[in-house]
């Protein structure tokens, strides 16, 4: 499932995050990519360690929390510090898959990249290029979205940066954990989740509701970690 999560910060929070970002050192972006990621990526990010990304880090998973469509799709059980990276003056990253295990920097936690996430932090209208394009069964979809939306997508599909040609592309980027590893049973779930949804919309309370909350549940119990 790919899946637009619109308005995750408000325009206010943009550009907050941004004076703070805008105010780090950034470095090459190769230091957290894989052997063959590393070989096709050019961009800069800011230190994992760097306070500026653990603030509005802290921030971006502050706002993740409560965004109940983030949290229906994702079902997440661990979510990686968001990471921040910019594109310009051609630079673009190539085809790559996301390395499926990451250590969380300075411990030994580890996550398993069931989902990818990028939180758009420039407007479109600033920069030329940088979609975000990304292969699955469906197809191949290109992502450019307003600054402050994010793009949820499986970790284990192709996907490239196409290089941006004018101004600047500035995003977080990170990586979940799901409860349900396996994304059709994750899709299925959410599918039910937005039905669940509109039935207590139209009958709040009525059996139908009630009776289909308990197969969520129930299915959710089957398959999910805690
Ligand atoms: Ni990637």
């Not at 972006?29 to 509005?56: D, F, I, M, W, Y």
Request: charged residues 20%.
């Amino acid at each position: 499932m790919l899946l637009h999560i619109p308005e995750v910060l408000t325009p206010a929070q943009v550009s907050e995050c941004r004076q703070i970002l805008d105010a780090a050192d950034w470095v090459d972006g190769r230091v957290t990519a894989g052997h063959q990621s590393a070989l096709t990526k050019n961009n800069a990010q800011v230190p994992e360690s760097h306070p500026a990304a653990k603030r509005v880090g802290n921030a971006i998973l502050d706002a993740l929390e409560r965004t109940p469509l983030f949290v229906s799709a994702a079902l997440p059980l661990k979510v990686f510090p968001p990471l921040f990276n910019r594109y310009q003056g051609g630079q673009a990253f190539g085809t790559h898959v996301d390395n499926a295990i990451r250590t969380i920097a300075g411990t030994d936690h580890r996550i398993r990249t069931d989902l990818s996430a990028t939180l758009f932090l420039s407007a479109p209208e600033d920069y030329d290029g940088g979609e975000l394009t990304v292969e699955d069964t469906y197809g191949v979809h290109s992502v450019k979205l307003p600054a402050g939306h994010m793009v949820l997508y499986p970790a284990s599909s192709l996907h490239h940066v196409r290089p941006v040609t004018r101004g600047a592309r500035v995003a977080a980027f990170f990586w979940i954990q799901s409860m349900v590893r396996d994304d059709g049973e994750r899709t299925l779930l959410f599918d039910l989740d937005t039905a669940i949804q509109k039935v207590t919309q139209t009958e709040p309370g009525g059996p139908a509701a009630v009776q289909l909350t308990g197969i969520y549940h129930n299915l959710l119990r089957r398959w999910a970690d805690a």
